[in-house]
Every structure is written in C-alpha cells, then in structure tokens.
C-alpha cells in the first residue's frame, strides 16, 4: 500500500519504519526542515535499539522516503497516518497542531483514501473530528473519507517490537460508513500476527489511555508498598515475588524507584486529573498516583542527604544515568533532571554521566550547574555519595570495590533497586534503595582523607534492614 505518515517524531518515525518493513510504500513528512534533513542524510533525530539501520535499509529499497511537501505526499496514498504530539508539555493537552495537520492534509488526500489518528486525542476532541473531516473535504468539493484512530503502545527502547510484534492492535472507528477505512486499515496490518480489535474511537483512546494509567497506577501502587516495606524492615523486591504469583496480579510494572518519567506516564496521568476536573468528576486516585510518582524524586534526595551525613551542601553527588530508562536518549520528564536540580539547590555540586553522549549534552544545557562527564568512573571520583538513577546495563556490571578507591564517602542511593545491594555492601558502601531499607557493610576503614566520615556518628557495624530512619528534610520543597 502507499501511506503517508505525518509527524516523524518518536510514534511517526517507528511506524513508518514498521510499515516500510512489512513491505508498504511509506512517505514520512516533517515539517522541520533540520530534522528531515538529517533522515534524508541517515541522521536520526533520536536513538531507539535497531531503528536507524531498518530506516537506513528501507531508504535504500525506496520504500521509506522523506519529504516536508505534505501535500503532495497524500494525493497518492492509500493510507494517511497522522502522529503530530497533542500535549503541551506542561500537563496539558493541545490540539492545534493536530487541527493545522488536518486542515494541511484532508483536503488533499485522494478519494477513497483513509485518515489514520496515531496520536493520542482528547477525549472530548474526538467527537470534533467527523464534523471537520466533512467539512473540509466538502470545500475542497470532494467526497468525504472515512477517518480512524490507531493507538500506539510501543515503548522506548523496545518500539519495533512493540509495532512488529504487538500484544494487541486497536482499530477505532471515528466515521466509516462502508466499512471501506476499517478494510484498508486491516490490509495495512495484513503482516501483524497480534490479535485485532476493533471498537468505537472513543472506546479506542480510552483503552490507550486507560493502559498508560494503569502501568502509572501500578508505579506509584509499588512505590507506596515500598515505604512500607522500609518502615517495617520487609523487602520489597521478595515482596512483589510474593504477590506476582498470583496471576490476577502479575510482576510487571511493580519496580519501586524513583518514579515514572518519559512523554507519556507523565504528562497522560497530568492530563487525566486536569481533565477529570474540568469535567467535574472526582480522580482521586490518578491525583495521588501524580503525587507519589513526584514525592519519590524528592524523597531519593532526601535519601542522598541523610546518608551523606545530614546536609547536601559543599558535597559532591555522582548521578548515574541521565535518560528516563535504558536504552534511550528521551530526556522528557526524567526523574534524573528534577533530581539534579533539586540537588544544586541544596548546595551539593552534582557531576552526571549517562551513556548517551545526546543526552548529557542536552542534560548540560537544561539544568545549568549540572556537570556532566563522559565516563562514570570520572563521575564517581570524590564523590560524597553515588545516586542511581537510570538502571542503565553498564552501571550493573561496575566494579564496586574499584570505585570504593575512588570516593571520598562511601555512599550509595540506588534509585531503581537495580543493584546488586550485597556487591555494592560487600565494597565498603553504605546503601539505600526504595523497599530494600538501608545497609551498611561489616566496618571497614575510611580513605585516609575522609576524616570527617570516620568521625561520621552513623552505625558502620552489621548489615540491617532497618526503618527509613530518613528525617524528613525541611530545607528541599517540593515543586
Ligand atoms: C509507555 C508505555 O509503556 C507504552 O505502552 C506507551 O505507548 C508509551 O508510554 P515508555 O514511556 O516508553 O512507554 O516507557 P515505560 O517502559 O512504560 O516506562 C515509563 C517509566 O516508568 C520509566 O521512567 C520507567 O523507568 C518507569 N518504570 C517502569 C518504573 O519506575 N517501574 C516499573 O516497574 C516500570
């Protein structure tokens, strides 16, 4: 089939990719000229496991190519794929530049051709689209088209699986009278193996987003189990062992840490509550779901400060990871930038390293004060306690007792209890986590130059798992 995908960001990009793959003729229009650019040069505007040598390979057969001349990009297609973002960034929705898209396209596109919405809509926007899509196809005096949506559920740093081998697709219908949209919409999918569904639009966006507010939901369910677990000395990894054998619950999605970040949790359960408001309608749960996710970035500093003898100022944090998880360069709403931000505030001097050169650079422009390094034993030198924040694969394998001779303090806050808590303890290093309590290593001596932590008054004897013990730290706030 021809298709056109508009938007080459993250959804747009991998989908047309994906397309390309299973054999369609794909054009990907973008309207930034620098990034469309880049692709048609083999540059990729951001990094996903795989994805620049299916783009590469796909471009070289023809099948993938690039344009910003969107116009003429739709009069041919079969399929029309619209992924241009819908958030504001802020907790909020927009949808101007879906509107603008949709003006820019509709009229255009051939007769017998199909609108696909691969965004994420407003709910209340949804019943706007047939009324608009009629509109404008009636003055360009041409017959109307059917439209639908497509959720995405693909994850960063594992998309063209998600896309290639999908649990579920959803075909949402927002006006097909004959059934002819919903046809090509099954031909474009011809490849998939996953099951398909199809159901109303409405149904459609809420099953997307109800799925990303669930995964929050179950975040933040495992973050507060996780408190528990400290104050009553019980470990929340053999916790969730416990419970994930029960399959009406399941282990996935259980990770205490420090939090959800990323362009989608975020910003769907912000938007949810907002919208939820405006409706009147009570969302207490997604309210506190936002809640907990934001107190677990203040609370890792919390931690950072008590284990690094009471007060942040003058010391010197290592950040390890920088992105919003592994594999991937996203710095959208990473848990790493508030908490780095919230460490400078409290007069520590913070040095970052994070595997992706993109994303220490932009890190570096974000947060002004932040240091960022391209090695992590740089980063770790004289360091006063060592934050994990991004369970990046190179950070599981470090060599613990090598970087015991390089810290000034022996101090480790993982904030994705990725660690193995015993390696780390069994160097020297005091070490925290969310649900694992605080342990401590059998006493052994300080770095001849850390006389103020061998005066430190802190337990150095026996491995405990003891309550937080965790003041609460009334000179951080939280934003
Ligand atoms: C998410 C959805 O998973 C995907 O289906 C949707 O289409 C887009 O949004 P993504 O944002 O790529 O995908 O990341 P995801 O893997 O869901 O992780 C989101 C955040 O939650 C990350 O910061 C991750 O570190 C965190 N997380 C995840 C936890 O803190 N604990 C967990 O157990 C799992």
Not at 148 to 156: A, H, K, S
Not at 218 to 244: P, R, W, Y
Request: charged fraction near 20%; proline fraction near 5%.
């Amino acid at each position: 089939m021809q298709v056109s995908v508009i938007g080459l960001g993250y959804v747009g990009l991998v989908t047309s990719a994906c397309l390309a793959e299973w054999g369609h003729h794909v054009t990907g229009v973008e309207s930034n000229l620098d990034r469309l650019e880049a692709l048609k040069n083999g540059g990729m505007p951001f990094f996903e496991p795989g994805l620049s040598d299916m783009v590469s390979r796909h471009a070289a057969t023809g099948h993938l190519q690039f344009t910003a001349a969107g116009t003429d990009a739709v009069e041919t297609a079969d399929v029309v794929i619209v992924a241009v973002g819908t958030h504001d960034g802020n907790g909020g929705w927009q949808t101007e530049t879906m509107l603008s898209t949709l003006s820019d396209v509709v009229p255009y596109m051939a007769d017998g051709s199909t609108l696909v919405i691969r965004s994420t809509l407003p709910p209340d926007f949804i019943r706007q689209v047939p009324g608009l899509v009629r509109s404008l196809r009636h003055q360009a005096g041409r017959p109307t088209i059917p439209a639908m949506v497509n959720p995405e559920f693909t994850r960063e740093g594992a998309a063209l699986r998600d896309f290639l081998e999908a649990e579920r697709v959803i075909f949402g219908i927002i006006e097909d009278p004959d059934g002819h949209g919903l046809a090509q919409l099954t031909s474009l999918y011809e490849r998939s193996t996953a099951p398909v569904l199809t159901m109303s639009a409405i149904d459609a966006a809420f099953a997307k987003l109800g799925s990303n507010l669930f995964l929050a939901t179950k975040i933040s369910f495992a973050n507060e189990l996780a408190a528990l677990c400290d104050a009553f000395g019980a470990h929340v990894d053999q916790v969730v062992t416990g419970m994930s054998y029960d399959s009406r619950i399941g282990g996935s999605f259980l990770r205490a840490g420090v939090g959800f970040g990323g362009s989608c949790l975020p910003n769907q359960v912000a938007m949810t509550v907002r919208t939820a408001e405006q409706a009147g309608i009570p969302s207490p749960l997604l309210a506190a779901v936002n809640d907990i996710n934001h107190r677990q970035r203040l609370d890792f500093v919390e931690r950072l400060q008590t284990m690094s003898g009471g007060t942040l100022d003058g010391k010197r944090v290592a950040l390890l990871g920088l992105t919003f998880k592994p594999e991937t360069d996203d710095l959208r709403d990473a848990p790493a930038l508030e908490i780095a931000r919230h460490l400078l505030s409290a007069g520590a001097s913070v040095v970052a390293y994070d595997p992706m050169e993109s994303a220490r650079r932009r890190s570096a422009e974000l947060v002004p004060g932040l240091q960022v390094v391209a090695d992590v034993l740089e980063a770790v030198t004289d360091a006063d306690a060592i934050g994990l924040v991004t369970e990046w694969g190179e950070f599981l394998r470090l060599d613990w007792a090598a970087i015991r001779a390089l810290v000034r303090r022996a101090v480790v806050v993982d904030g994705r209890g990725a660690l193995s808590a015993d390696a780390v303890i069994a160097a020297g290093f005091d070490y925290a986590s969310f649900g694992r309590g605080v342990r401590s290593p059998v006493a052994v001596p300080d770095r001849p130059t850390d006389r103020a932590a061998s005066r430190s008054p802190r337990r150095r004897h026996g491995r405990q798992a003891e309550g937080s013990g965790r003041e609460p730290v009334p000179s951080l706030r939280v934003e």
